[in-house]
């Protein structure tokens, strides 16, 4: 039975409608109720077609750019597995690689962290201070593995904001200040899980775990221990490259101490060593160097382009042959790279110095006295 109120000027009738089912071989069934908006509907439909085989609704959705622009599909997590594997699908990655189940781990860890734990915000005169602690497993293994990382992260991005934390029992303190009043406020109005989603790094961070790109080995430090011991302090490399190249100017044999052993320092060895230069390591960090019959021999290009600093090698060269050929030095792709102040220099103590086919070509001329002004503040 179903009652509607209809109101005419000041007298309001009640109409009752009885809806009687008819007995017999028909029976009368209603169908279940739909959902009244179109988008409703629509997902409704995908789950239980039967519900709109005869559905007259328009069942088309027009959502707005915003909307349009969101790339991952249902629920976070299962949303970002699929959209990482279906690029992987796509693309030639070498599969024995890939461990998605490690990007689903950070991904069950972000998730726990969202809607696990409990934050007990204080709003400071400069910023916020937020207690993060959580009473489940997987809520205090998310605290652990990732307030500490991103908050360390953000400190060297983000240069108006002062972040500090600090392990309490049971979670983390973490606080953020500015001394920017907009930042401040921008500060309180992010909270915790404004905080936690700053910075749009994470689509490069997860693709980086399923793919082994960025994945690294734990480190556990146990604190609280008293130090004592002694550390020697390892050669710096910076200092390491320039004395071994210029050790090839001497006719006296030369030992070398406190050398680092990395992968440069054993290019630039080898380098020395393709010229006829004697490089006998005596220990773990010592070298001596003598160069006793050297020989104008090709330069290996595979050498001088592996480092930075075999370009180093061009007055040791020029002091021995006179002339050399010498291709662009490789090293890290850190940004641009100039070596304009060596030319620069190289020029005014009068070597020629032309470019051809991807080399460098000096030739040692006549110096004379020259006054080198040197426009950057560092070398």
Known sequence: ?????????????????????????????????????????SMHCQHVPADCEDSKVNL?????????????????????????????????????KIDMDAL???LRDMNALMTQTTVVKTKLKNGLRMTVKSSTPDGKRAVNNMIPAHSAFLSGVRKLWKINYSKEAGGYTITVTSDTPSEIIKIQALGFSGFMIQDDHHRFHHFGLATGENRMSKFIVTGAQTLSGNIEA??????????LAA???????????NIPQINDIA???????????????????????????????AVDLDLFTSIRGSFLMVV?????FKKVTLPTPGGDSIGRRRLDTHLLALSKLGVSISFRQGSYIFELGHAGNRQIYFWMRQV
């Open 104 to 106: 689903w781990e950070h």
């Open 247 to 257: 050790a090839m100017l001497s006719d006296t044999p030369l030992r070398l101490f």
């Open 316 to 320: 040791p060269l020029l002091h021995r």
């Open 60 to 96: 088309s959705v027009s959502g707005n750019a915003d909307a349009d622009a969101l790339k991952e599909p249902g629920e976070s997590i299962f949303g970002t597995l699929s959209e990482i594997n279906q690029t992987l699908e796509q693309k030639e990655y070498d599969w024995s």
């Open 267 to 297: 290019a630039m060895i080898s380098i020395l060593r393709s010229f006829g230069t004697q490089a006998e390591q005596k220990d773990k960090n010592t070298y001596t160097i003598h160069n006793g019959q050297l020989t104008e021999s």
């Open 234 to 243: 390892s050669g710096n490399k910076n200092e390491a490259l320039p004395v």
């Open 1 to 41: 039975m179903r009652m509607f109120r209809h109101k005419v000027g000041r007298v309001s009738v009640i109409v009752f409608i009885l809806t009687a089912g008819i007995t017999g071989a028909v029976s009368a069934q209603s169908k279940p109720a739909k959902p009244n908006d179109n988008h409703d509907m």
